[in-house]
Structure formats: structure tokens, C-alpha cells
């Protein structure tokens, strides 16, 4: 019903430092009004946690409610353009967009039934979705 959108935070045509991405929602059941994450969302949940890469050139990435898979924020040398690449079974992927199908469960745990990821895959240039069992 509602979507969160994780956009670049840019200063000056790069990413800010301290906050390199801005997540937020887009509240379609609410007339499609943007609202900001609450404390927990972004402690928790769906909040980004970023570490500048060693050769300053992007970010590490992570959502708060799952450290286990990186993300990573890095300039396109083809579009000069920043892009988020993942890997997903052994493909660097330029993401476009994340489901998660959540299936029951509760507030604090739950139950992930699937993540699917939509993106470029960045050596062929083909749109890929990929499903990641949780």
C-alpha cells in the first residue's frame, strides 16, 4: 500500500557525507503524502547505515533491520551518475527497486517470506529480478 523510496542525498553534486542517503515514504494510502521515518523505522527497520568506502570514492551500505546483505553507492564511470550495485548470486546488479514480501509474523520480528530484486545486471546490460529466500 505504501512505498519507500531511499534517495541520494546530494551536496554540492555528491553525497553527503553524513548522510549520504534519505529514506522516506510515500504514503499511497494517504494520498500519496511523503512522510519521514519514525525513530523505530529508521533505528530498526528501514533506515541506511553507511560507511564510506576506503578509497572515499562511495559508500557501504546496509538497512538497520538487516546487516547481512551490503549495498554499495558508487559514481557510474559510464553515466557519472551515482548507482547502488549489489551482488546477487555472484552478479554485480545496479538496483532499481526492492520488494519484501512479509508474511505474518509480528511488529518486531516479522516474517519475511521473500526479497525480490529488480536491476541491471552491470556486465550484460539486461534487466534481472532475482528472489533472495530469507
Not at 51 to 75: C, I, Q, R
Request: hydrophobic share 35%.
Amino acid at each position: 500500500k505504501n512505498t519507500i523510496v531511499c534517495d541520494v542525498n546530494l551536496v554540492n553534486g555528491a553525497p553527503d557525507k553524513t548522510s549520504p542517503v534519505h529514506v522516506f515514504w510515500i504514503r499511497y494510502a494517504e494520498n500519496g503524502q511523503r512522510a519521514e521515518l519514525t525513530y523505530i523505522q529508521r533505528t530498526f527497520a528501514y533506515g541506511i547505515q553507511s560507511t564510506a568506502l576506503p578509497n572515499g570514492d562511495g559508500y557501504e551500505m546496509h538497512f538497520a533491520g538487516s546487516k547481512s546483505h551490503s549495498f554499495y553507492l558508487v559514481k557510474s564511470p559510464a553515466s557519472d551518475k551515482y548507482n547502488v550495485y549489489t551482488t546477487v548470486n555472484a552478479r554485480k546488479i545496479i538496483l532499481r527497486s526492492i520488494f519484501i514480501k512479509i508474511n505474518g509474523g509480528s511488529f518486531w520480528v516479522p516474517k519475511v517470506e521473500y526479497v525480490e530484486i529488480k536491476g541491471i545486471d552491470a556486465s550484460s546490460g539486461r534487466e534481472t529480478t532475482d528472489r533472495l529466500k530469507i
